[in-house]
């Protein structure tokens, strides 16, 4: 390994189905981690790709009349169509290798991997692989033998148990198998768990490993006869046993960089780049964490770098998202109506990583309007507009020039401009910190935290208004200087998360080359560690100014939505297996027809609501709105007819309100301090009547009151009507 080498996995994936957001997720977390350690500049190889062997995929492809090997390639070939629209192939800067079992270099690299831990001895020694008799029960769709721990007994005596993980049918197996002989490896690994106490992450999943292999540890089955599983790699002197399946596919990670042929050692690099660091599901874990480092103990083979276990995305019911339980985000519908950035952006800011997320449209939708639509991109597109504008689209000046700094003073601003530059550094150095240990919806929050700041130092210093006056062009320059330094700042640390968004950002500042890029000003070669406040040049011409995250239409998108998953045009698993739902030729083809790069980049997509830019360009500006902003809020004539305090809530008043409905509102105001609740009764208040209710101090609140807020400590002052109002009178 050479010190700035750096190798990430994802694991392979089953070759029997089709790929849903959990198989995505991963690879956009691997995705993310590996530009990353580009960008701290580590020679950096991602790896990701297909389990191919096995019962399941002969079961898949005997349901679909196809050879288990055009089974594979079907899916396979979803698979690279799916990561080349969600950016995450080689083209797009993705991964480097899409492994596949049934390459001939694997099959080549498994023997000799077998043939190494064959000839090896335990460290209590005796033979690593011994031949006897298995008898359990199996479950295909896991492809593992099931502990009693792991299924549940039947109901009848005479049906089989259910797999606590798929819920389907385990398969009673007896057969002459070769054994790993695990029992004797235990102490061996809970030292080296010991020794390296960061290799299985995060924590909670390392105590649940250690106390399982404390435990004690059973010798596991590592071949299936060849009667009964023919679609794999044969034992190597045994052609009559196949390789079990797990065994074949962990060596994947290996032979994939060139264990066991020179060819692709030349290629890519063993020596180079072992050991990996692999990113798993924890469904995945004890494979990885147990049985893959005590084969590679066995057969002398330095061990990965460390495991990182992410949770799962479940459904409302906490089921775990998957194509048995048919409770899947399909893939295509996902990506037709989102762009790929809001998605990772989504699935990195709220899974708490390591622990199970629940996936809702609604949610992404939600966070893609507040954080990408209103936070970032806002702050992008006024920052860029008012350069636009204010200083004839060039990056101006952020000096103020000491006969100015008074002035600059009394328009509100920190003339200090380390203050800011402080800032920054320390939130970059903060959200490295959180990345580096896999928080990324930590790093994230910090990295908008900057957001916040820089927006409120635009509210606060107002350009619009500096730039009124020519005495402030200074300062005006500054606030503008200083915006767009953040913005390069945020493009740097953001870049993994959003590529595409933050290259774009780049691009538009006018110091990034196009998106994709391999130039040195993309951004995948800029050390986030090595930023310097100051480096944007004054001068720089900026792009043309795109906005890249238009709000969605919340109920429009989630009814297209609710119609395509509905009218099951979407890819599902029966699309894998035709004879399933869908006939072979009236299956639409490709599987990907609605993800197309153009669904990919935001702006682009057409279910996307459309903008008006100049709409767009006052509000990013002066906060302004027009007047169907306005009328979106629906403000009526009230009448208090009770109004009482509440205990323990020394601020508020329950008031119930006429405003013209069949009932009167029950309104919850922060008003108590300064108004006598029987002096209320009988006024004419303005009531905003269509907002969401909530619930405050266990009451719920259906409107609120409007009044004016006065003084320091902001006094409410109700506002009212002089003259004679019908209750619910709307106010326009
Ligand atoms: N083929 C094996 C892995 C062999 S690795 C040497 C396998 N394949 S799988 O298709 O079932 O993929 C499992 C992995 O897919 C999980 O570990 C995880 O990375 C990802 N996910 C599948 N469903 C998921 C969720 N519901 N949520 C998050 N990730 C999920 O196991």
Known sequence: MSNKSFYITTPIYYANSLPHLGHLYTMMVADCIHRHKEQRGFEAYFLTGTDEHGVNIERAAERSGRTPQQQAD?????????????GLDTEHGGYDVFMRTTYPF??????????????????????????????????????????EDEYTKPQQPDQPPLCLIHEAPLDRVSEESYFFRLSDYGDALLEYYEARSDFIRPEARRNEVVSFVRGGLQDLSVSRLRSSVRWGIPVPDDPSHTIYVWFDALTNYITAIGYGNEERERAVGFEKFWPALHLVGKDILRFHAVYWPAFLMAASVELP????????????????????????????????????DAIRYFCLRDMVFGQDGRFSYEALIDRTNSDLASGLGNLSSRTLTMIDRYCEGQVPSGRIPEEKLLLAKRSGIDTDETTIAGFVEHARDDFLMHFENYAFGRALEVAWSIVARVDKMISDAKPWDLAKDENQRETLNAVLYRAAESLRWLCVLLYPVMPVSAQGIYSQLGVGAAPDSNSKHSLAAIDPAALKWGELKEGTRIGEVRPLFPRLDKGKLMSEIKNDR?????????????????AEETRPSPPMQHATEADAVPGQAETLSTLNAKREQEIAIEGLI????????????????????????????LL???????????????IAQHYEPDKLIGRKIAVVSNLKPRKMRGYESQGMLLAASVGEEGKPVLATFTEEVPNGARLK
């Open 656 to 670: 119930s309100v006429d405003i013209g409905e069949e009932k009167p509102r029950q309104i919850l105001a922060g």
């Open 626 to 653: 027009d007047i169907t902003d306005f009328t979106k809020v629906e403000l009526r004539v009230g009448e208090v007819l009770t109004a009482e305090r509440i205990p323990k809530a020394d601020r508020l008043l």
């Open 74 to 86: 079907y899916v396979v070939s979803y698979f690279t169509m799916m990561t080349s629209a969600a």
């Open 106 to 147: 694997h099959a080549e690299g498994v023997s000799k991997f077998w043939r190494q831990v064959a000839k090896s001895k335990t460290p209590k020694g005796r033979e690593a692989i011994y031949k006897g008799h298995y008898e359990g029960w199996f479950c295909a769709p896991c492809a593992a033998y099931k502990t």
């Open 566 to 582: 509905s009218s099951g045009t979407h890819a599902t698993e029966a699309d894998a297996v035709p004879g399933g739902r869908i």
């Open 305 to 340: 770098r460390g495991i990182i276990a992410h949770g799962m995305w479940v459904d409302q019911a906490g089921r775990k998202m998957s194509k048995t339980l048919g409770n899947t985000v399909e893939l295509d519908v996902l990506q037709k109506h989102l762009p790929v």
